[in-house]
């Protein structure tokens, strides 16, 4: 049965995950727990790495993005010389919230309460009658705080509070290879973000997307309309074998939590292997370009990896490349989390290319689409039903006998729940250890 006599007992005895947090099960407390929450914000996101945005939606100086790392605000900024810079989005003097603009270009954040001015490198630059602060009072002592680490790959900005974090690219591992691919697939390496944002919220834990955007088993089901009859229509086939106990797919589990739907073997791409009469004009200069910088070999790599939407990536905790889109998953309570899922364009390309990109991303992940809403459906149903706290244990342990072990990591058909558990498996590593 649950623990009836224990109020947030996670607070009270962090070794609870250890008994929470199974190979094969997980306990429901660790999604329905505010003190759990709790607890992933101290040791996930505070002490850990976390993706806040990319270079392509910053490029000029003076750009800037408004982000979170776990709950704190912050602000994604390159400053009046072009240097990249994280900020957190809070005035030293009351605590204000400087920036409310989602994205934009600026010199200097102004604090709307008592006029507190801060270049946009984060240094305090001017103040009302700064003659009347007490006589200890400098300047140069209250510029806004900055995470004691920042770093990035291929673009993608990571920060972390805490300054013994590992690498980032040992932290990565695998995943950023992956990571690289995706921009890889620009001919000029360079992505452009410029498009917005869908945006949605849904009542429940952040886990659930997170668990959601690696996992195989439930396309078949939830969307299966999509494969059987949608698809169907349009290319004169029934699809259902790209997602079923059929298909080629593979569920991987990488280290440090990261994971990959891989759908690399069904989607090579009609790019990578056609020959150039088979091609339209834009995609025959497309490949060419992207040879032209970095070599057959490689070109052949990127595309095989991702030039058909190859896989779906999970960098743990929050980020999620699936297709076109940058997917940021952003807890904001134990029972509340937002999701923004932004199309890339490829910089160099032609219109039409990147037009389909868009298009392919509306088509499964806008509002009307034929994928994103069956998926928020269920995470509002699944909300409902972690109520019954009689139901105390949800099941991983699909698959656990015919996983195997690769280069990469572990790896077996997607309806297995290899990647699930993987992620687990570091969820609890990192909620016990604080890395």
């Known amino acids: 049965m649950d623990y009836p006599n224990e109020t947030h007992a996670a607070a009270h005895n962090p070794g609870l995950i250890a008994d929470w947090v199974r190979e094969d099960r997980v306990h429901r407390r660790v999604f329905v727990d505010p003190a759990v929450f709790q607890q992933e914000m101290d040791q996930i996101f505070t002490r850990g790495w976390v993706y806040v945005a990319h270079e392509a939606e910053i490029p000029q100086p003076g750009d800037f993005k408004r982000a979170r790392i776990g709950l704190q605000p912050v602000i994604a900024v390159r400053d009046h010389s072009g240097q990249l810079r994280v900020l957190v989005n809070s005035c030293r003097h009351r605590g204000v919230a400087l920036c409310q603009e989602e994205r934009g270009n600026t010199r200097y954040f102004s604090c709307p309460y008592h006029g507190w001015v801060y270049d946009n490198s984060g240094e305090l630059a001017d103040l009302p009658a700064p003659d009347q602060q007490g006589t200890h009072f400098r300047k140069q002592d209250h510029g806004l705080i900055q995470p004691a680490r920042v770093s990035v790959r291929a673009g993608f900005i990571f920060a972390s509070f805490n300054p013994r974090v590992p690498l980032l690219d040992d932290f990565l591992g695998v995943a950023g290879k992956y990571l690289d691919f995706f921009v890889e697939l620009s001919p000029t390496g360079r992505l452009v973000i410029d498009k917005g944002a869908h945006k949605y919220a849904y009542p429940g834990n952040w886990k659930v997307q997170v668990e ?224």
């Open 212 to 435: 959601n955007s690696m996992d195989g088993y439930h396309p078949a089901v939830v969307h299966a309309s999509f494969f059987s009859d949608v698809l169907k229509q349009r290319i004169g086939r029934d699809a259902t074998g790209m997602v079923d106990e059929t298909s080629p797919v593979l569920s991987r589990a990488f280290a440090n939590g990261h994971a990959l739907a891989d759908y690399r073997m069904v989607n090579r791409g009609s790019i990578l292997g056609a020959k150039s009469g088979d091609l339209p004009a834009s995609q025959v200069q497309y490949r060419a370009r992207l040879v032209e910088r970095v070599g057959e070999d490689r070109a052949k790599e990127i595309l095989y990896y991702n030039g058909g939407n190859g896989y779906n990536l999970l960098v743990f905790p929050n980020l999620v490349l699936i297709g076109s889109q940058i997917r940021t998953i952003q807890p904001i309570a134990y029972d509340l989390t937002e999701v923004y899922s932004a199309p890339t364009l490829l910089e160099g390309v032609a219109d039409e290319i990147n037009l389909e990109r868009l298009r392919g991303h509306e088509d499964f992940y806008g509002p009307a689409s034929f994928g994103a809403p069956d998926d928020i459906e269920m995470f509002v149903r699944q909300w409902e039903g972690l109520q019954a706290s009689c139901n105390e244990w949800l099941l991983y342990e699909r698959g656990m006998q015919i996983e195997q072990r690769d280069e990469e990591g572990l790896v077996a058909q997607c309806m297995t729940e290899t990647s699930l558990r993987g992620i687990w498996r570091h969820y609890r590593q990192a909620m016990l250890d604080g890395v």
